[in-house]
């Protein structure tokens, strides 16, 4: 989080709209706490994966996108584990 130069505050903010978009996007029902975790754990963890490859995202606006594909690789993975 710091790399994007985002505070924690911001941090919240945009893990919970790219948790939301998420979960749009999956078909799921979380709820607002769950969306804000879902969103920050995966944007780190989408930075991590994306880190990997090469790719980096900055800002407030490569955070919500990395936000938004770890939310969605976090859903998928809870979806397999209780299958």
Do not use: H, P, T
Not at 2 to 20: R, S, T, Y
Not at 27 to 38: A, D, Y
Not at 67 to 77: E, H, K, N, P, R
């Amino acid at each position: 989080m710091e790399d994007a130069g985002i505070g924690w505050i911001a941090a919240i903010i945009i893990g919970g709209i790219a948790g939301w978009l998420a979960e749009q996007f999956m078909k799921s029902n979380m709820g607002i706490l769950m969306n804000i975790l879902l969103g920050i754990v995966g944007a780190i963890i989408a930075n991590a994966l994306l880190g990997l490859l090469g790719i980096s995202l900055g800002g407030w606006i490569g955070y919500l996108i990395a936000g938004f594909i770890g939310a969605c690789i976090l859903i998928w993975v809870g979806r397999m584990i209780r299958r």
